[in-house]
């Protein structure tokens, strides 16, 4: 073999295993499947092919194009190929797509193949594929992990000169094998955190109806994180006809800390509904049975107890332990946090006492109890978090109380990457009579 034919091998070689590397490198970058696919599929375009294609298996019949690159992107436009849901593959199907989803491949087609599939009797998305995009030689191979076909990789060249052989089949085959192993970590990523989802929000509590006082809740759970979380809210009835107004934090992002969030709300229910004492004395006798019971747990908390006075007008008891303060924002959008009745978080230490506050609520008022989530961002002061919040809070105050929250969610936590939990209450306009 002359010099110039050992170069040209090697150089295939490299550019091969660079093909892989930027392959790898684009899967690891992210756990969604719709993103990972289309940065697959410029890596390939035009790097192994003129065009390329990726369908994903949705039912047993159905298919979905989750991205389709052209080397030069009007032509898809041209060829009528969109993205989305495609025609079901009938069971009897001999068309490649068909035999590729029961399990061939990977098939290479060649130009008479391909003119061979141009009689009718293949599905019209192929025909769109391989008609209309002027195609010479094509690799439809499977994505395949545990047995299962989860899609379909297209790849496509325009050139007669430049026809697929043997070889490329072996490196699409390769390509398909690592795509199809992100694609399968992918879906088990999102069912356990479907899952983790599911029963996070099934340990969270129904509201209580309240009249003419407004109450509601969010959780959303983190977006980097398929784990539970330890955020939590509540609110229920005293025996003496007061309003609880709790939220909560415990330490840790798994399983266990899902565990101690439900086992120490219960816990405090249990305290708040046998004691009739200051929210500070809660919080202490909370902290004793934590540090008896769960020696390793700590957690933040705000007791809130909503009272109303004789004359009608609203009183707000409450003791903070390490948690984030209560905002209270006025009808007139004046905003205050309650800086007051705070202690260590539980579960770091022995006290023998932990303040209360109180503060007399104007009618109208909205009161928001939050978790970190909600403000804190990587490498800024948690007093920037407060600000933003403060002002959020304060242009959406005319707004209804559910728009309210939403609108709080999506303007500071919609790339959060901690758990959040929002427990907002709003009071009538008039006292209560």
Not at 254 to 270: E, H, I, K, P, T
Not at 296 to 313: F, K, M, P, R, W
Request: hydrophobic fraction near 40%; proline fraction near 6%; aromatic fraction near 4%.
């Amino acid at each position: 073999m002359e010099k110039f034919d050992v170069d040209e091998v090697l150089q295939q070689g490299l550019d091969r295993l660079t093909l892989l590397t930027e392959v790898a490198t684009a899967l690891s970058s992210t756990l969604d499947a719709d993103k990972a696919m289309h940065r697959v599929c410029r890596i390939m375009v035009p790097a192994l092919a003129d065009w390329c294609a990726v369908d994903l298996v949705e039912t047993p019949r159905g298919v979905r194009r989750v991205c389709a690159t052209h080397r030069e992107p009007e032509m898809l436009a041209a060829g009528g190929v969109a993205l989305g849901v495609l025609p079901a593959v009938p069971p009897e199907a001999g068309d490649p797509m068909a035999r590729v989803l029961r399990g061939a491949g990977p098939l290479l087609l060649t130009a008479a193949d391909l003119r061979a599939g141009a009689d009718g009797r293949a599905p019209a998305q192929h025909l769109e594929l391989f008609g209309r995009l002027d195609t010479a030689s094509a690799i439809i191979a499977p994505l395949r992990a545990r047995r299962q076909v989860l899609g379909v990789l297209t790849l496509a060249r325009a050139n007669d000169e430049a026809a697929y052989t043997p070889d490329d089949l072996a490196l699409v085959d390769d390509l398909a094998h690592r795509i199809a192993l992100s694609l399968d970590n992918a879906q088990l990523h999102g069912e356990t955190q479907r899952i983790a989802e599911r029963l996070q929000r099934s340990l969270l509590p129904t509201l209580p109806d309240l009249g003419d006082v407004q109450l509601t809740a969010r959780y959303t759970p983190s977006v980097t994180t398929a784990e539970v979380g330890g955020d939590w809210y509540d609110s229920f009835t005293l025996p003496n006809g007061h309003t609880t107004l709790i939220i909560g934090d415990v330490t840790g992002h798994d399983l266990r800390a899902a565990v101690r969030m439900s086992q120490l709300r219960n816990m405090l229910r249990g305290i708040a509904c046998d004691r009739e004492e200051p929210p500070g004395q809660i919080l202490r006798r909370l902290d004793l049975a934590q540090q008896i019971l769960y020696t390793s747990s700590t957690a933040t908390c705000i007791y809130a107890v909503l009272e109303t006075n004789a004359d009608g007008s609203w009183m707000l008891r409450y003791a903070q332990a390490g948690h984030p303060p209560p905002l209270v924002i006025t009808p007139e959008g004046d905003t205050e946090f309650l800086e007051e009745g705070r202690s260590m978080m539980l579960g770091i230490t022995d006290l023998s006492s932990r303040p209360s506050a109180v503060t007399t609520l104007v009618p109208g008022s909205t009161v928001l109890l939050y978790t970190d989530g909600l403000i804190e961002r990587r490498g800024e002061s948690i007093d920037h978090g407060l600000t933003r919040l403060r002002q959020h809070a304060a242009a959406l105050v005319r707004q209804p109380l559910e728009e309210v929250c939403d609108e709080l969610l999506n303007g500071l936590a919609a790339d959060h990457t901690d758990d959040v939990a929002l427990l907002a209450l709003r009071l009538p306009q008039r006292p209560m009579t």
